[in-house]
């Protein structure tokens, strides 16, 4: 393993370094600025203050209201109080929409619902990851409660449109949640002009600690929330606040403002050198799903003809850091479940890499990776098996 110093991270889906602004915010309320903010002493008083800032910003990068924002641990939390609100606000449905390539967040949320007496319709993608909005709109029923639809695939990339899909749902009286995770800090989001009633997010994917994320719940929309306890977050999600990590939060959402444009050129750009000089180098490599329509910084790649896992470990004895898809599946047996549900056979999804880049990637780093990938690829099929 290479020292930390010559590290090459390309797995910005997974989770990203904390920007040092936004540690710089975050440092006080760890050492000098200790009090409750439910306190009624003006200690505490000035660390409320703190949070209210933060959901101002937050709600600046989403073009929402701060009392749209409800602060949590995470993603998959947000996605979870979500779905739990909207079945808990039509308790006569039972019926869940969502789609095979969604996180675990919410598949596995919809399983067990599944085993409470809900029933769940999985709506498939098409081979390059794209979702028939046509078949979203017939899996709605009189029972539906609501429809849940990621905005942008942790492990391809691939953009869906909400949209169209939120209309539909908005049309036929259902609530709609996106899973915007991946999207959140890498597009223009403007929820001031969109019909959703949830989006989640996750501060670790946008520059900001880990533990920390939110939830967008609709000012027109009734919520329950699944946290029960104190007055926090206006009754919306019990348990005292995780200060230091919202505040950062607040300030990674203020960044990411002022960096979409770069993600959507110079991110980008390193993006797509990455690809073409690779599929200039190597044959048979394929991309993942659908080269236009997909978030900038994303590149899921078939070396056909190797095993993705051997890859891996010679990349990571390089100190190339990159990822067999999502991190909430790391360890697992099977390929990923996104590829196989773009129909992918066993042997292209277990080819597959998943590498993503962030704002603290180089050209120099590209350079050195655009050398050592075709090494091993190349190294690796001499010694594959005819």
Same mark, same amino acid.
């Given at each position: 393993?290479?020292?930390?110093?010559?590290?090459?991270?390309?797995?910005?889906?997974?989770?990203?370094?904390?920007?040092?602004?936004?540690?710089?915010?975050?440092?006080?309320?760890?050492?000098?600025?200790?009090?409750?903010?439910?306190?009624?002493?003006?200690?505490?008083?000035?660390?409320?203050?703190? %949070?209210?800032?933060?959901?101002?910003?937050?709600?600046? $990068?989403?073009?929402?209201?701060?009392?749209?924002?409800?602060?949590?641990?995470?993603?998959?939390?947000?996605?979870?109080?979500?779905?739990?609100?909207?079945?808990?606000?039509?308790?006569?449905?039972?019926?869940?929409?969502?789609?095979?390539?969604?996180?675990?967040?919410?598949?596995?949320?919809?399983?067990?619902?599944?085993? *409470?007496?809900?029933?769940?319709?999985? @709506?498939?993608?098409?081979?390059?990851?794209?979702?028939?909005?046509?078949?979203?709109?017939?899996?709605?029923?009189?029972?539906?409660?609501?429809?849940?639809?990621?905005?942008?695939?942790?492990?391809?990339?691939?953009?869906?449109?909400?949209?169209?899909?939120?209309?539909?749902? *908005?049309?036929?009286?259902?609530?709609?949640?996106?899973?915007?995770?991946?999207? &959140?800090?890498?597009?223009?989001?403007?929820?001031? *002009?969109?019909?959703?009633?949830?989006?989640?997010?996750?501060?670790?994917? $946008?520059?900001?600690?880990?533990?920390?994320?939110?939830?967008? @719940?609709?000012?027109?929309?009734?919520?329950?929330?699944?946290?029960?306890?104190?007055?926090?977050?206006?009754?919306?999600?019990?348990?005292?606040?995780?200060?230091?990590? %919202?505040?950062?939060?607040?300030?990674?959402?203020?960044?990411?403002?002022?960096?979409?444009?770069?993600?959507?050129?110079?991110?980008?750009?390193?993006?797509?050198?990455?690809?073409?000089?690779?599929?200039?180098?190597?044959?048979? &490599?394929?991309?993942?799903?659908?080269?236009?329509?997909?978030?900038?910084?994303?590149?899921?790649?078939?070396?056909?003809?190797?095993?993705?896992?051997? %890859?891996?470990?010679?990349?990571?004895?390089?100190?190339?850091?990159?990822?067999?898809?999502?991190?909430?599946?790391?360890?697992? @047996?099977?390929?990923?479940?996104?590829?196989?549900?773009?129909?992918?056979?066993?042997?292209?999804?277990?080819?597959?890499?998943?590498?993503?880049?962030? *704002?603290?990637?180089?050209?120099?780093?590209?350079?050195?990776?655009?050398?050592?990938?075709?090494?091993?690829?190349?190294?690796?099929?001499?010694?594959?098996?005819?």
């Amino acid at each position: 393993m290479k020292p930390d110093d010559d590290l090459i991270y390309l797995d910005n889906n997974s989770s990203t370094r904390i920007d040092p602004g936004v540690l710089e915010e975050m440092m006080p309320f760890l050492t000098e600025r200790y009090g409750n903010p439910s306190s009624s002493h003006r200690f505490g008083a000035q660390v409320k203050d703190a %949070i209210k800032l933060a959901h101002e910003r937050v709600a600046a $990068l989403l073009g929402c209201q701060p009392n749209e924002i409800v602060f949590t641990s995470g993603g998959t939390e947000s996605d979870n109080t979500a779905l739990h609100s909207a079945l808990q606000m039509t308790p006569g449905r039972r019926h869940i929409v969502t789609t095979s390539v969604e996180h675990n967040a919410v598949l596995n949320f919809c399983q067990t619902a599944a085993k *409470r007496g809900c029933e769940v319709t999985i @709506v498939e993608v098409d081979g390059d990851g794209h979702l028939d909005v046509a078949e979203v709109e017939r899996a709605i029923r009189p029972d539906t409660a609501v429809v849940s639809v990621m905005w942008a695939n942790n492990e391809t990339g691939v953009i869906f449109p909400l949209e169209e899909i939120a209309a539909i749902c *908005r049309e036929k009286g259902v609530v709609f949640h996106t899973d915007a995770v991946q999207a &959140v800090g890498k597009m223009p989001i403007d929820l001031s *002009r969109q019909s959703f009633q949830f989006l989640s997010l996750s501060g670790h994917k $946008l520059h900001a600690s880990k533990g920390v994320g939110a939830l967008f @719940v609709s000012r027109n929309s009734k919520f329950h929330p699944m946290v029960i306890g104190g007055p926090q977050e206006d009754g919306r999600r019990a348990g005292t606040d995780n200060v230091a990590s %919202i505040v950062g939060l607040g300030k990674a959402a203020e960044l990411a403002a002022s960096t979409i444009e770069e993600e959507n050129t110079r991110v980008r750009a390193l993006r797509d050198r990455f690809e073409e000089t690779i599929r200039e180098q190597l044959d048979d &490599v394929a991309i993942n799903g659908d080269p236009g329509a997909r978030l900038p910084n994303t590149s899921n790649l078939a070396f056909l003809g190797v095993d993705a896992q051997a %890859i891996l470990i010679k990349l990571d004895q390089e100190g190339v850091c990159c990822s067999l898809g999502s991190s909430c599946t790391t360890g697992a @047996v099977e390929p990923s479940h996104v590829l196989r549900a773009m129909h992918l056979t066993n042997e292209h999804a277990r080819s597959s890499l998943r590498f993503s880049f962030g *704002r603290y990637n180089t050209e120099a780093e590209l350079d050195r990776v655009l050398e050592i990938i075709p090494r091993i690829v190349r190294k690796l099929r001499q010694l594959a098996p005819v």
